[in-house]
């Protein structure tokens, strides 16, 4: 079952890859949360990407806030972030001029249901903009599914599936911003550390010349849990991009 998985993975990762002429981006992300009990809990993300496969770096970003866990279905989070773009023509890392300097804020209701043991989670954000162009209201939906592989739960040495499809829209014509597809299979180390290598596809238009652009990025993300508590693994972790 996990080799097949893990072929699986690899098929559409490397399709990915040749599908299109652009070369390969990387995508690491660093998730840190600090669990104040088992319903508040503080997080911070950082996240660093470029352009080729661990070259060419052009973007950074660090965000942080807090969740509520209103019950096992529901939690609420609030979080704001600093999200710094620089200039892609040249080849080399952080170039200048920074083309985009973002400052967020943001929003957000995350709500789960389970079909046995997969986990159906349903993400809706709302999120308010201040870029180096002015000021931007975007709307999120991402439908995330997970399920544990080789163990009924999440604990040491449990590996999971995750994958999701996210669209972004704005509330200004044209309102289509953004689509982005992530597969990947994670793997929990134990209860304070787990790893999730992924294939993530991202589809930005331009409404400017009605075209858009597509990368694909071969992210890996850190997850960090930090608490007392006795049931810090409580489910199937999701990453907060």
């Given at each position: 079952?996990?080799?097949?998985?893990?072929?699986?993975?690899?098929?559409?990762?490397?399709?990915?890859?040749?599908?299109?002429?652009?070369?390969?981006?990387?995508?690491?992300?660093?998730?840190?949360?600090?669990?104040?009990?088992?319903?508040?809990?503080?997080?911070?993300?950082?996240?660093?990407?470029?352009?080729?496969?661990?070259?060419?770096?052009?973007?950074?970003?660090?965000?942080?806030?807090?969740?509520?866990?209103?019950?096992k279905n529901f939690n609420a989070l609030v979080g704001t972030?600093?999200?710094?773009?620089?200039?892609?023509?040249?080849?080399?890392?952080?170039?200048?001029?920074?083309?985009?300097?973002?400052?967020?804020?943001?929003?957000?209701?995350?709500?789960?249901?389970?079909?046995?043991?997969?986990?159906?989670?349903?993400?809706?954000?709302?999120?308010?903009?201040?870029?180096?162009?002015?000021?931007?209201?975007?709307?999120?939906?991402?439908?995330?599914?997970?399920?544990?592989?080789?163990?009924?739960?999440?604990?040491?040495?449990?590996?999971?599936?995750?994958?999701?499809?996210?669209?972004?829209?704005?509330?200004?014509?044209?309102?289509?911003?953004?689509?982005?597809?992530?597969?990947?299979?994670?793997?929990?180390?134990?209860?304070?550390?787990?790893?999730?290598?992924?294939?993530?596809?991202?589809?930005?238009?331009?409404?400017?010349?009605?075209?858009?652009?597509?990368?694909?990025?071969?992210?890996?993300?850190?997850?960090?849990?930090?608490?007392?508590?006795?049931?810090?693994i409580r489910e199937i972790p999701s990453t907060l991009?």
């Amino acid at each position: 079952m996990r080799k097949a998985v893990l072929a699986v993975f690899f098929i559409c990762l490397f399709s990915g890859i040749y599908a299109q002429s652009d070369k390969l981006g990387s995508w690491s992300v660093i998730n840190t949360r600090v669990g104040l009990d088992k319903k508040w809990e503080l997080f911070n993300e950082l996240q660093l990407r470029s352009q080729s496969f661990y070259d060419d770096f052009f973007y950074y970003e660090v965000k942080g806030g807090i969740s509520y866990k209103l019950n096992k279905n529901f939690n609420a989070l609030v979080g704001t972030g600093k999200y710094i773009t620089y200039d892609t023509d040249e080849e080399g890392s952080f170039n200048k001029p920074v083309t985009s300097n973002e400052t967020r804020l943001w929003q957000q209701i995350t709500m789960n249901n389970y079909l046995t043991r997969v986990k159906f989670e349903h993400r809706y954000r709302i999120e308010q903009q201040w870029i180096s162009t002015g000021y931007r209201n975007r709307f999120r939906y991402r439908l995330n599914a997970l399920i544990p592989v080789n163990k009924k739960s999440i604990e040491a040495g449990a590996m999971y599936i995750s994958a999701f499809n996210e669209v972004f829209l704005t509330n200004k014509a044209h309102y289509f911003l953004r689509n982005r597809f992530m597969a990947g299979v994670g793997y929990q180390v134990n209860k304070t550390f787990g790893v999730v290598p992924a294939y993530v596809y991202q589809y930005d238009y331009n409404h400017k010349d009605e075209r858009g652009h597509g990368k694909h990025f071969f992210q890996v993300t850190l997850m960090i849990s930090v608490d007392d508590i006795e049931d810090a693994i409580r489910e199937i972790p999701s990453t907060l991009d």
